[in-house]
T-cell receptor
Framework: AQKITQTQPGMFVQEKEAVTLDCTYD???????LFWYKQPSSGEMIFLIY??????QNATEGRYSLNFQKARKSANLVISASQLGDSAMYFC???????????????FGKGTLLTVNP | DGGITQSPKYLFRKEGQNVTLSCEQN?????MYWYRQDPGQGLRLIYY???????QKGDIAEGYSVSREKKESFPLTVTSAQKNPTAFYLC????????????FGNGTRLTVT
């Protein structure tokens, strides 16, 4: 079973509008971290935002916020005021903390390709 | 500046040859990782290392080998046993807790013909 599911292969948004990228996860661990990365066409992986499973407040970093709904096991990324430079592939990832020797692995979803239109 | 250096950026090899991808970090991170990315796909874990002289297989380790003789270095060898070696390879490092993000290098694009 997939641990990270991103159901939107591609998304389009108009410049200056907000967009939500979906991510659901599956884990039986109580301790875990959820991460979002951006991958432009150049290929590098850019860390955007992080949410810990025990964090009570949703994480925010500038124009990025993470809508964390623990009961639903979802960790959606919200990008406000989209810019042309936001066009990229976005990956949701999870790191589980209670899995003994495997607690260092970061498991990725298949990604969502975001296109920002002028 | 601290970071992760992968070299080379592009690599071309003939089928049947082994090839080694370099990864060096100066972030003083304990853990290092190798991921593979195929077009339109997410990242899949090949190998990871939590400390020097120790490493574990990831989800797709067959046809690959690694070493971790120094904290700063985690080279990946793509052997001739890897059936589909053409891919984009990303190296990463992180402090050793699940709360820490991975920091990635810029990747090596390997083409085998």
């Amino acid at each position: 079973a997939q641990k990270i599911t991103q159901t939107q292969p591609g998304m389009f948004v108009q410049e200056k509008e907000a967009v939500t990228l979906d991510c659901t996860y599956d884990t039986s661990d109580q301790s875990y971290g959820l991460f979002w990365y951006k991958q432009p066409s150049s290929g590098e992986m850019i860390f955007l935002i992080y949410q810990g499973s025990y964090d009570e407040q949703n994480a925010t970093e500038g124009r990025y916020s993470l809508n964390f709904q623990k009961a639903r096991k979802s960790a959606n990324l919200v990008i406000s005021a989209s810019q042309l430079g936001d066009s990229a592939m976005y990956f949701c990832a999870m790191r589980e903390g209670n899995s003994g020797g495997s607690n260092y692995k970061l498991t990725f979803g298949k990604g969502t390709l975001l296109t920002v239109n002028p | 500046d601290g970071g992760i250096t992968q070299s080379p950026k592009y690599l071309f090899r003939k089928e049947g040859q082994n090839v080694t991808l370099s990864c060096e970090q100066n972030l003083n991170h304990d853990a290092m990782y190798w991921y593979r990315q195929d077009p339109g796909q997410g990242l899949r874990l090949i190998y990871y290392s939590q400390i020097v002289n120790d490493f574990q297989k990831g989800d797709i380790a067959e046809g690959y080998s690694v070493s971790r003789e120094k904290k700063e270095s985690f080279p990946l060898t793509v052997t001739s046993a890897q059936k589909n070696p053409t891919a984009f390879y990303l190296c990463a490092s992180s402090p050793g807790t699940y709360l820490s993000p991975l920091h990635f290098g810029n990747g090596t694009r390997l083409t085998v013909t």
